[in-house]
């Protein structure tokens, strides 16, 4: 069974950078769409950027040309690496995959970012 563990979390000043990183345990996961989401205190859980498994990406508006989605399919590893982080970032950040007709969520790290 897959199980997905998200890391690279914590605080931040404005203008900072962080990288998180998802980890999958279990089958490959290199064939299937796998995403970044967040949810801020008392939002809606909403779509940061996702990747297919031809590697075309899609990101939300409000962090298009910050943020960068990639994996690494060889280590199994899904990532986000997040530049000009704004207070606004702040934000539990999920990680999930999408496999046939279940979509798998990790636990979640949580980024604040300070300004």
């Known amino acids: 069974q897959v199980q997905l563990m998200e890391s690279g979390g914590g605080l931040v000043q404005a203008g900072g950078s962080l990288r998180l990183s998802c980890a999958g345990s279990?089958?490959?996961?290199?064939?299937?769409?796998m995403a970044w989401h967040r949810q801020a205190p008392g939002q809606q859980r909403e779509l940061v950027a996702s990747?297919?498994?031809?590697?075309?990406?899609n990101y939300g508006d409000s962090v298009k040309g910050r943020f960068t989605i990639s994996r690494d399919n060889a280590k199994n590893t899904l990532y986000l690496q997040m530049n000009d982080l704004k207070p606004d970032d702040t934000a539990v950040y999920y990680c999930n995959v999408k496999i046939l007709f279940d979509t798998l969520w990790g636990q979640g790290t949580q980024v604040t970012v300070s300004s």
């Open positions: 990747i297919n498994a031809a590697g075309a990406t």
């Open positions: 279990g089958p490959t996961l290199k064939i299937w769409t």
